[in-house]
């Protein structure tokens, strides 16, 4: 299964946006990007996904590098309700493999 | 609309017992997926459950078996349980086998 690499943690003032980097420089041409959050004592919540194109939601926006080796995950203005830990995860479309996740980015939010 | 709900939430046995976790997916959802989380690690995929029929696995022992019912709900069951065993259990559902997966909050395990 393709890997990603996340920093371990991030901080980042309310109100302001954060970008959380995750590299996969191995991933496929079927492997679609995930990101999932996970709040204290909470199973994990998905966010958003792309394949190639930026993709944009109510919670976030997905930035894809042109060759998909990258991606970033932008919160717009961040609250302290953000504060989470964030995975990014590959899945291939076509298997629908499962989700395997890393240790993740440990979001802090400064009020 | 009820999202993943798992029960029990907390629960306590000891080495070389047997136990049984519960999960009733999202309505609507018809795929059912097992992850064990230890602390300070990210879940780590168990199984897949569709149309009552083990779909994937992951790399888990034989001592972690499952079943999903006619209603979608499934079950997940470990034996002979360690020590090692001690994890949150996630439980998360999806309409589909290649759809995003909404998550439980979790049966947190402890084996003494």
């Known amino acids: 299964d393709a890997k990603t690499t996340q920093p371990n943690s991030m901080e980042s003032n309310e109100e302001e946006p954060v970008h959380l980097p995750c590299n996969h420089s191995?991933?496929?041409?079927?492997?679609?990007i995930h990101w999932y959050r996970q709040l204290p004592s909470q199973g994990p919540e998905y966010v958003i996904h792309g394949l190639t194109s930026n993709v944009n939601n109510r919670m976030a926006s997905l930035a894809i590098a042109e060759d998909r080796k990258s991606s970033t995950l932008i919160l717009h203005r961040a609250t302290l309700r953000d504060a989470a830990v964030y995975y990014c995860?590959?899945?291939?479309?076509?298997?629908?493999?499962?989700?395997?996740f890393g240790t993740g980015t440990s979001l802090t939010v400064i009020p | 609309d009820a999202g993943v709900t798992q029960s029990p939430t907390h629960l306590i046995k000891t080495r070389g017992q047997q136990v049984t976790l519960r999960c009733s997916p999202k309505s609507g959802h018809d795929t059912v997926s097992w992850y064990q989380q230890a602390l300070g690690q990210g879940p780590q995929f168990i199984f897949q459950?569709?149309?009552?029929?083990?779909?994937q696995r992951g790399n888990f022992p034989d001592r972690f078996s499952g079943h999903q019912f006619p209603n979608y709900s499934s079950e997940l069951n470990v034996n002979a349980l360690l020590l090692g065993d001690s994890a949150l259990y996630l439980c998360a559902s999806s309409p589909g086998q290649r759809s995003p997966l909404h998550f439980g909050n979790g049966t947190r395990l402890t084996v003494t």
């Open positions: 191995t991933i496929s041409g079927t492997d679609y």
């Open positions: 995860i590959l899945r291939d479309r076509n298997t629908g493999n499962q989700f395997y």
């Open positions: 459950y569709y149309e009552e029929e083990e779909r």
